[in-house]
Structures are given as structure tokens and as C-alpha cells.
């Protein structure tokens, strides 16, 4: 057994640089496939090895969405997330999608992102932080729009049980995942 | 001052000790000694050497030593030990505490552990009684709506009800304590008895886990007392009486499991179903409905219940025993009592000691309890033993065994009994 | 009168037929959760998963510490199988970082993550078997599961909240002889999951009890996002070691066990049949691991990440478990969500138990393969 202080080597650490090498191809097809159908509507923000990222304006996230599910052959979401940008006055919400039914897609994970106004005086369900649900498109969001929904102030409109999931009943806080929601003593 | 009794003075102690004194000798007079007179006024005194055996002479059985055993074997013949002893509660509680720890042990050894280990000297022995007192002294608690009357005495009628039951069994030849003609059907009625009490006490507990487990409890008795009471006509017909002491002579050549194997199993299956033993302990699945029609009870509230359940195991044990396995019937294997005790007396060194009513018991009485204990035993391991091998079975899977499966196998069994009636193997006049 | 109620509550209205149950949190047959179920008769005629009495807000509180602080406390959702959920957001870690893990460290996690599935699974098992009453399927996975937890002792030096993996490899080096105890213990616990087989997976009354209760049919799986042995129960073969293969699993030879019928004793069985499985895969790692070299990659304190993102997952023992990373440049993430199987899997419950008997309702529960506290994160 090797003393442990001899084993660890010593490396720098760094962030990744930007290698401006040529993106994976099948995924590239991917998003040139939603790009050709939706052109400026979409913004590719990256394409990494199985993984593909596309921002979209809330209006057109139903259609973009429905595409993905038909055209490409997404079929559930893993997770749905919400990010609070309050430089930004906007809460991102990332829909991470996979496939089980195509072979080829199961190493892939789509990242839907769309983003929806922020006030800061949230009044969930009442104010303007709205965005379309899901999950008449992918079933499988119901219980993460839920969560993001009590997490983040996220109204999602077309969710047919927008209730409290993780929160007790009586939370009369802000949503705690916002930014200005602070640890005590932190 | 760290002394123990910082207050001590000698007069204080001396008043103490008179004090308790006094107390006693006037609560001996005033209660205990009227007590002792009552209770020997009740129990049926018996007839020694031509002279009735008064409060008065028995107690001059201190000053006559040669008195102590026909008094105790008179003792031992009465009515009141017969119910609070031997064959009756006494002895079926001995019995079922050895269950409740053959239990323990054994689940435990099934399972690679140790089971109860520390309390008492050998391999936890006295956890039971540690137990015992860890419920009585734990608090009662009585759910606010319930209805507190019939909560409180659903226990109690379990209780007794259990008894009644452990009452009916002959444990040796003439040791019974209600020597029935009808003995059978009483066993019936009384088993009767306990799916009213457990939907009474769930019910009772204006409570929504006990009420679906006292509903269930009840389904599940009710439909197993028809393939119970089924699976036992068979013994019947081939004895023609319904007392169970003398089905159990009847037996004295051959068991009834010899010809009624089918009976004999579907009467198995139904026992374990009538006490909720695992895979048929629905009314307590502590995972569906917390635990079941006992959910809202609490100290010795809960510990009459499970001392009413394993006196029940014990009398369904014994009473598979009775109809099926013989009951006291066995080799004789007691040695007989020596003679020369009774006609010489005890030789100890240079004294002679005469006792007169030796022996206290008869040769036949010890063997016949001896087997009949050997066969429980028995059976009551083949109970115990399902408990660490299956899971427990849903309602509707339990019901249609009960309805469908174990009738149909009871029919059969009768259909065997009138076979080997009207062939003339067995019953009256038959060939064994 | 009409009383005040807090804002989200409200009064139910009371049926005569239907009685409402409360099946938690304190209630035997259920986990840190309440299910509301609704009976008729033995009928339930609807059930609403109400999760969350042990959320701790473990995403929140990853956003106030930096990348290596997060570690004790992002593994306390599911401590036993707290190297698999750490697994993802190491791996999201080091891609932020920029870390190359050596070979023999990517072993190790091998080694360390199968374990953690028999920890967890075990324990799984034994909650199972008691739940259908079965006491000594309680007894045997919980003292079997010993032996994993002296393995997993012997190699972090913990039972349960190891702490094991970091961001650049594992925390320290295997102890001495480790290679072997690992072998002769792993060997004992498949014979001992082959005796599981006698006593639990071929006994008839749970074979009677379990089939064809909570059918979920392969198209309801993947439609309802299920993951892990759930989905592989229903007939679907996905699962990340052999799909997205991330370490060394690619150089192992790793079986992925599919059944068809979907039904709570195909899930039931399907966790089993993974822990055979993992068996073969520590013994593969142990044989093909390096001699020696090192296991850590040294760290600068309060490492920043760059203006990025990362998805990364693993299978844990409940399935997929994801680690979404965003990094703003800081030392600490800007937002970490763990997207965990047992919460995926939760929706299921209210599908599968509509409709079903009273007294499966433990049976269809427990094997969703559903870890409360995980959910609640």
C-alpha cells in the first residue's frame, strides 16, 4: 500500500479551455434538424458530445417541444430545472430530455431552456412568472413542474395540479430556491 | 451530609416497626383471616377418614402433618383448581408463555440471530416476564371518541373467552374441566364468539385502521369457521359423540390423521387462519393497516390480547391434538408409584415415615399429560413454523381459499368419513 | 362558519363510500411520506403521494458552499448509496474543472459504487420482505448487508456516509489486502442471494401475491419518465452503465438485466438480479485495476469553475441519478440539482395504485424502488 501524501499528484486546475475543435456530428445533425425548422426562433447554445443545449423564447417552447418529441424522438424528461437569474429579471427553467425508445438517442440529453420574467415580490401563481407546462407533450414533467413550480414561483400554465409537493402546506415564504431566499447564517 | 438517612433517630424506627406491626395484625384480622374462611368455605371440602373436612380442621393440618396430603390432594380434585390450574388457565398460560419464548428462539434462530438473550440467566428466558411488566406498567391510553365501555371490556371478553375454550379440552383421562356431551358444538359456539369481540373492539375504537382491520378479521373468521367446523364432522361421524374425552378414547388404536389426512389439513390450514398467524395475519399486516383491530390498544390492554391469542393457539393446538392425534392416548411410559411407599412408608435412615393419601395423582394421569403435552408441543411448532417462512396472502386470495378450496377439501373428507362408516371399518360395530 | 385555513390547505369533502386514509408518516408501511389514499371498500380508488417530510433543501444549501464542502452534505439524501449519488455531481465537478482522473481511481469507484448498490439494495430488500410480512426476508439482506458495510468501512472508513468520492478521484487508497477480503466476501453474498431465491423469489404465496399487481406496461414506462429497475422490470433495456458508460464501465463486461412483465414482482426481482450482476462487475474491476498509481488529483483550495453547465449521470441503485451543474465562475456552483431516480419514479404511484386491492398497496409502493428521502432531497 502506497502512503497516500505520495500518491496524490500535484496538477494545476484550470477551467476548460475552448477547444475550437469540430463538433461531434450526430449531434450536430441534431440541432441543425431544429434549427432548419425553427431558424432564429432557436438558439443553439452549445453542442458538447451527447449533449446539445437550445434556448427558446417561452411563446414558441410548445412547438419547439412537440418537435422534439415527434422529429427527433425524445421521449420523457429526466429532470426539469429552474435557475434564478435576478441580474437578469428571469428565471430559467432547463427541461433535460432523453430517449428510451431510440437506441441511437440514449446516450443523448437535450437541454430545452426557456425562460420566463422574474418580479421580485413573487406572488406565485398570480404574478407574471408564468410559462406554458409541458406536459401535455411529455408526460413525465407533472411532478418536476410541480416542484418547480413550489421551488421557484414558476407558474406553469396547462398543469392540471399546480399544488404544493415538497414545501408543508402553510409556506408563506418566498419560493426558497430564488436567489434572494437566504440561508440563515450564511 | 452525605449520610443515607440524614433524620435518623432510633425512637422514629422502633414507631415505624410497631406501626407496621399494628397494620398488619389488624388488616390480617379484619380482611385476611375472613378471607382464608370464605374462600375454604367455598371450595367443596372433602370427607377425610369419615369426619367432613372443616376451615377448622384444615387448618389444624400444621399441627398434624400427616394431614398436609389428603388436604392438598383434596385441593387438587376441586372444582377451583381445576379451572385456575391444571387442566384450565393455569396450565394453558404455562403453556403459551413457553410458546411465546419457543417462538422468539426459534423465528430467531430461522432468521441467523440470537433472539432474547439477556434477561435471566439462560438464553433470555425471563424476557417474557420482563415483558409482562414493561406492559403493566406502561399507560393506558384510550382513544377520545372511542367507546370507552366496550373498549375497555373487548380485551377481557377475549381474555375469557380464550379460557372458556382452553376449558373444554381433556388433557388427561377424567381431567377436564367442563366434561361436556356436546362438547364439540360448545367448541363451536365459543369460536363463535371471537369475530364478535374483535369488531367489537375495532369498532369500538372509533378508529379507521382498527375498523378495516376488525372488518377483515371478521371476514376472515367467519369464513374460515365453515371449512373449520366442516373439516371436524368427519370425526364425528365416524365416533358418534360430540365429547371430546370420548373421541379421545376412541382413538386408542388408531389416530384419526391415519384416516382423515384431508380433514386433518384443511382443519390445519383453518386454525392458522382463526388465529392470524402468518400467511394469515391480514387483520394485523402492520404494513397495510398499522396493526390491525389492535392499533389502538396500548399497556395491558395489548397484553391481554396476546396472552387471549396464544391461549387461543394452544387450545386449537390441543384440540388438533384431541380429534386427530389421540389426545392422552400413548404408550405408558410413567413408571408406576411404589407400592412399598404406601404399605411400608418412607425408610429414611432410622425413621419410618408413614404418609397416608399417597399417591396424590394416578399413573394414567401423569402419562396421559405427558403425551398430550409431547403432541401440543407438536403441533403448536408446525404453527409457529409458517411464521418464518411465507409471506402474508391478500384478502381476496384468503377468502377464496377459505370459500372455495377448503370447503370443497372438507366434503371430501366427509364423503371419506361415510365411506369408512358404511363399509364398516370404523364406528360403531366397525372393524378397528 | 367557515374557518380560516392556511393559504394552501383545504377541507375535503366526506363521502359515505369512500374512506380517506392517511398511510403515513407515521404509519409502518410507509417510508418519511404520507400517502393519501382513498378506499372503497378494499378498492383504492385514488392516491396522492404528498413527499417532502424530510426535504432539506440539499440544492440550496449546495449553492452557499464550494465544490468540495458540498460533498458530506450532498450524499445525505440517500446515505446508503451515498457514493453513487455523489458519483454524478464528481463527475459534473471534474468536466467544470477540467480534472483527468487516473485509472486506478476510476477502479476504485467502480468497486466503491457496487458496493454502495448492495448496501442499498439490501436494505431495500429487507424493507420489501417486511412489508409482505415476510420477516426473515427482514432479517437475512439486513445482516448480509453487514458485509458490504465492513467492505465499504474497510475502504472509506465509515458504514454509511462515506464521503469516499471527490472531485479528482477518491478520498484515499484501498487498505492493504483489501483485494482479497473483497473477493471472498463478495463470493459469500452471491451464494448468500442465491438462498434468497429459495426463500423469497420462488415461494409461491408471494409469487400468488405480487404478479400481476401494478402492471406498468412498457409504453406507460417510458411515457411516465420511470427510471432504474422499474423501467428495466417493464421490459425497457436502458440503463446508463451500458448505455452512456461513464468511467471504466466501458471496459467491463456489464449485463443488463430486462424483464417483461412489469408488475411489482418483476420489480421486485429486478434489483435482485443487479446485485448478481454487480457480483460479477467487482470482480471484473478487481481483476482488470491497476496495481498501483495514484487515486487523487490534488486540488487548489476553492476551486472556480468556468461560465458553463454540465448534465451528468450514473446509475444508482433507484436509476438514473443526474447531476445538473451550473457554474458562474465562482468557487461555489450557481445552482446544483440532483435529478434523482426515486423522484422520477414517483409518479408512478398514483397510476399503479389506482384501482388496486388495499393490501397491495405495500407491495406495488416498495417496489417502485422509491427512497423517501432522496425524493425530498
Not at chain 2, 290 to 313: C, D, H, N, P, R
Request: glycine share 8%; with cysteine.
Amino acid at each position: 500500500m502506497s502512503d497516500s501524501d505520495t500518491s496524490i499528484q500535484e496538477t494545476e486546475t484550470k477551467p476548460v479551455v475552448e477547444n475550437q475543435q469540430e463538433l461531434p456530428k450526430f449531434e450536430k445533425d441534431q440541432s441543425d434538424k431544429i434549427t432548419a425548422k425553427f431558424g432564429s426562433k432557436t438558439e443553439i447554445a452549445f453542442v458538447k458530445p451527447d449533449r446539445i443545449r437550445v434556448n427558446v423564447k417561452k411563446e414558441d417552447i410548445l412547438d419547439v417541444a412537440s418537435f422534439i418529441r415527434d422529429e427527433l424522438n425524445y421521449d420523457h424528461a429526466e429532470s426539469v430545472t429552474g435557475v434564478d437569474f435576478p441580474a437578469d429579471k428571469e428565471i430559467e427553467v432547463v427541461y433535460h430530455l432523453g430517449s428510451y425508445t431510440d437506441p441511437q438517442l440514449s446516450r443523448q440529453v437535450l437541454s430545452l431552456a426557456t425562460r420566463a420574467p422574474r418580479e421580485d415580490n413573487p406572488n406565485p401563481s398570480n404574478d407574471s412568472t408564468k410559462l406554458p407546462s409541458l406536459r401535455d407533450i411529455f408526460y413525465s414533467v407533472e411532478f418536476h413542474e410541480r416542484e418547480c413550480f413550489e421551488m421557484l414561483g414558476v407558474f406553469f400554465e396547462g398543469h392540471p395540479d399546480n399544488r404544493r409537493l415538497l414545501l408543508p402546506e402553510d409556506w408563506a415564504d418566498l419560493p426558497p430556491l430564488r436567489k434572494d431566499f437566504a440561508i440563515k447564517g450564511r | 451530609m452525605s449520610v443515607i438517612a440524614p433524620k435518623f433517630r432510633l425512637g422514629y424506627f422502633l414507631k415505624s416497626l410497631t406501626d407496621n406491626i399494628f397494620w398488619i395484625i389488624v388488616l390480617l384480622t379484619l380482611v385476611g383471616i375472613p378471607a382464608i374462611m370464605i374462600v375454604l368455605f367455598f371450595i367443596d371440602l372433602p370427607v377425610l377418614d369419615g369426619t367432613l373436612l372443616t376451615p377448622f380442621l384444615a387448618f389444624t393440618m400444621m399441627f398434624h402433618p400427616e394431614l398436609a396430603v389428603p388436604v392438598v390432594k383434596s385441593l387438587l380434585y376441586s372444582d377451583f383448581f381445576r379451572i385456575a390450574a391444571f387442566p384450565g388457565f393455569g396450565f394453558a398460560a404455562l403453556l403459551a408463555a413457553g410458546t411465546i419464548f419457543a417462538e422468539r428462539k426459534l423465528l430467531a434462530k430461522l432468521q441467523l440471530r440470537v433472539g432474547p438473550f439477556y434477561c435471566g440467566k439462560f438464553e433470555g428466558i425471563l424476557q417474557l416476564m420482563a415483558d409482562g411488566l414493561k406492559l403493566i406498567s406502561k399507560e393506558i391510553i384510550i382513544p377520545a371518541k372511542a367507546d370507552k365501555p366496550i373498549f375497555w371490556t373487548a380485551p377481557i371478553l377475549f381474555v375469557a373467552t380464550a379460557a372458556a375454550f382452553v376449558s373444554l379440552i381433556p388433557v388427561a383421562p377424567g381431567w377436564v374441566v367442563a366434561d361436556l356431551d356436546v362438547g364439540l358444538l360448545a367448541v363451536f359456539a365459543i369460536i363463535g364468539f371471537f369475530p364478535i369481540i374483535t369488531i367489537l373492539s375495532a369498532w369500538s375504537a372509533n378508529s379507521k385502521f382498527p375498523f378495516i382491520g376488525g372488518i377483515r378479521a371478521l371476514h376472515q373468521m367467519v369464513s374460515f369457521e365453515i371449512p373449520l367446523i366442516l373439516s371436524l364432522l368427519g370425526v364425528v361421524i365416524l365416533t358418534g359423540t360430540l365429547n371430546l374425552s370420548e373421541i379421545v378414547e376412541s382413538q386408542s388404536n388408531y389416530w384419526f390423521i391415519v384416516f382423515l389426512p384431508i380433514g386433518a389439513i384443511v382443519f390445519f390450514i383453518s386454525v392458522l387462519a382463526e388465529l392470524e398467524r402468518i400467511p394469515f395475519d391480514l387483520p394485523e399486516a402492520e404494513s397495510e393497516i398499522v396493526a390491525g383491530w389492535l392499533t389502538e390498544f396500548s399497556g395491558m390492554i395489548y397484553g391481554l390480547v396476546q396472552l387471549g391469542s396464544y391461549l387461543k393457539l394452544y387450545a386449537f393446538a390441543a384440540l388438533f391434538v384431541v380429534l386427530f392425534l389421540g389426545g392422552w392416548q400413548g404408550p405408558m411410559i410413567v413408571p408406576p408409584f411404589p407400592a412399598e411407599i404406601i404399605t411400608h412408608g418412607i425408610e429414611a435412615g432410622p425413621i419410618t415415615v408413614q404418609v397416608p393419601g399417597l399417591p396424590i395423582t394416578t399413573q394414567e394421569m401423569l402419562n396421559g399429560t405427558l403425551w398430550f403435552t409431547l403432541k401440543t408441543v407438536a403441533v403448536i411448532f408446525f404453527i409457529l413454523i409458517p411464521r418464518g417462512v411465507f409471506p402474508r396472502i391478500r384478502i381476496d386470495m384468503l377468502l377464496s381459499i377459505g370459500w372455495n378450496k377448503l370447503i370443497a377439501l372438507a366434503f371430501i373428507n366427509i364423503f371419506i368419513a361415510l365411506g369408512l362408516l358404511y363399509a364398516g371399518v370404523l364406528g360403531p360395530g366397525g372393524l378397528l | 362558519m367557515t374557518a380560516r385555513l392556511p393559504p394552501g390547505l383545504q377541507l375535503e369533502k366526506v363521502d359515505d363510500r369512500i374512506m380517506t386514509l392517511n398511510v403515513g408518516p407515521q404509519h409502518p408501511g410507509s417510508g418519511h411520506m404520507r400517502l393519501i389514499i382513498q378506499v372503497d371498500g378494499d378498492r383504492i380508488v385514488s392516491c396522492d403521494p404528498d413527499p417532502g417530510y424530510v426535504h432539506r433543501g440539499e440544492e440550496k444549501m449546495a449553492e452557499y458552499r464550494n465544490y468540495i464542502t458540498n460533498i458530506p452534505h450532498l450524499e445525505r439524501p440517500v446515505i446508503h448509496d451515498s457514493c453513487n449519488i455523489l458519483y454524478p455531481y464528481c463527475l459534473g465537478v471534474e468536466e467544470l474543472l477540467g480534472l483527468e482522473v487516473s485509472e486506478r481511481a476510476k477502479y476504485v469507484r467502480v468497486i466503491a459504487s457496487e458496493l454502495n448498490r448492495f448496501t442499498y439494495t439490501l436494505y431495500w430488500l429487507a424493507i420489501y420482505g417486511i412489508f409482505l410480512g415476510h420477516s426473515t426476508m427482514f432479517m437475512w439482506p439486513a445482516g448480509d448487508r453487514e458485509l458490504a458495510i465492513d467492505l465499504l468501512e474497510k475502504l472509506t472508513g465509515a458504514r454509511v456516509t462515506h464521503s469516499y468520492f471527490v472531485p479528482g478521484g477518491v478520498r484515499n487508497d484501498l487498505p492493504a489486502n483489501f483485494e482479497d477480503v473483497c473477493l471472498r466476501q463478495i463470493n459469500y453474498l452471491e451464494k448468500r442471494l442465491k438462498a434468497y431465491a429459495d426463500i423469497f423469489y420462488d415461494n409461491p404465496i408471494l409469487i400468488a401475491r405480487t404478479e400481476k399487481t401494478g402492471v406498468l406496461s412498457r409504453e406507460d414506462a417510458i411515457r411516465l419518465g420511470t427510471t432504474g429497475t422499474v423501467l428495466r422490470a417493464s421490459g425497457v433495456d436502458y440503463d446508463v452503465r451500458t448505455k452512456e458508460p461513464y468511467d471504466v464501465y466501458d471496459e467491463l463486461d456489464v449485463h443488463t438485466n430486462v424483464l417483461k412483465n412489469g408488475d411489482s414482482y418483476d420489480r421486485s426481482k429486478t434489483p435482485w438480479l443487479d446485485m448478481l450482476e454487480s457480483c460479477n462487475i467487482i470482480r471484473q474491476a478487481l481483476e482488470k485495476m491497476p496495481k498501483s498509481g495514484s487515486v487523487r488529483v490534488k486540488l487548489k483550495p476553492n476551486p472556480k469553475g468556468g461560465n458553463d453547465e454540465v448534465y451528468k449521470r450514473v446509475e444508482s441503485g433507484r436509476g438514473s441519478l443526474g447531476a445538473y451543474i451550473v457554474s458562474r465562475s465562482k468557487p461555489e456552483p450557481y445552482r446544483v440539482k440532483l435529478s434523482v431516480g426515486s423522484f422520477r419514479n414517483l409518479i408512478c404511484m398514483p397510476y399503479l395504485l389506482k384501482g388496486e386491492k388495499l393490501g397491495n398497496m405495500p407491495a406495488v409502493y416498495w417496489s417502485l424502488n422509491y427512497w423517501p428521502v432522496e425524493a425530498d432531497r
